[in-house]
T-cell receptor, first 113, second 117 residues
Framework: GDSVTQMEGPVTLSEEAFLTINCTYT??????LFWYVQYPGEGLQLLLK?????DKGSNKGFEATYRKETTSFHLEKGSVQVSDSAVYFC????????????FGQGTRLTINP | GAVVSQHPSWVICKSGTSVKIECRSL??????MFWYRQFPKQSLMLMAT?????????EQGVEKDKFLINHASLTLSTLTVTSAHPEDSSFYICSARAPGTSLNEQFFGPGTRLTVL
């Protein structure tokens, strides 16, 4: 079945460090890929998405490129801030018009000043 | 825009009682709402999908008689955990979507933590 695997956390970095959170997927079709972020006490928010191979999603300095050959969608940011501390979820959705999201287990990120 | 709320944010109940959790889309009409369950350090698992005015579609392995879902209006869905037991203790998250509009993606509530004693 369809699944998403994220790097295990927690991840702790210093401010202005480079961030990579790995995400790989298994899907029977051609999925759309997403990164969601959950700040403390809030609901998941869509951070970025990519709907086809080689697409790059970007938002708030974060980027992720849809790599079909490696079935990956790694999240990167060049210089993290304390305010980026949150839990990050990678997810996929298979099929045009489909509604079901399949999530990875989440990666907790803590940025120290 | 696209704010989803849940109530209560946390609840503690005795084994054998029923608990109702509300999910509301505050500033848009959600034709579709979703209910997820999340165990500690695990991913969100979809329990069911509900479309306004029709019966919910449950995922394989989810007991529809135990987790009653009602989506009676375009802004409200409820999840009732009937005869709750300690193994039902979990974090329940809802999301809402308005297909065919600019709000075509899922917007998530903050979650409800249920503890069954």
């Amino acid at each position: 079945g369809d699944s998403v695997t994220q790097m295990e956390g927690p991840v702790t970095l210093s401010e202005e460090a480079f961030l990579t959170i790995n995400c790989t997927y298994t899907a029977t079709g051609y999925p759309s890929l997403f990164w969601y972020v959950q700040y403390p006490g809030e609901g998941l928010q869509l951070l970025l998405k990519a709907t086809k191979a080689d697409d790059k999603g970007s938002n708030k300095g974060f980027e992720a490129t849809y790599r079909k050959e490696t079935t990956s969608f790694h999240l990167e940011k060049g210089s993290v801030q304390v305010s980026d501390s949150a839990v990050y979820f990678c997810a996929l959705r298979v099929g045009q018009g489909a509604q079901k999201l399949v999530f990875g287990q989440g990666t907790r990120l803590t940025i120290n000043p | 825009g696209a704010v989803v709320s849940q109530h209560p944010s946390w609840v503690i109940c005795k084994s054998g009682t029923s608990v109702k959790i509300e999910c509301r889309s505050l500033d848009f009409q959600a034709t579709t709402m979703f209910w997820y369950r999340q165990f500690p350090k695990q991913s969100l698992m979809l329990m069911a999908t509900s479309n306004e005015g029709s019966k919910a579609t449950y995922e394989q392995g989810v007991e529809k008689d135990k987790f009653l879902i009602n989506h009676a209006s375009l802004t409200l869905s409820t999840l009732t955990v009937t005869s709750a037991h300690p193994e039902d203790s979990s974090f329940y998250i809802c999301s809402a979507r308005a297909p065919g509009t600019s709000l075509n993606e899922q917007f998530f509530g903050p979650g409800t933590r249920l503890t069954v004693l």
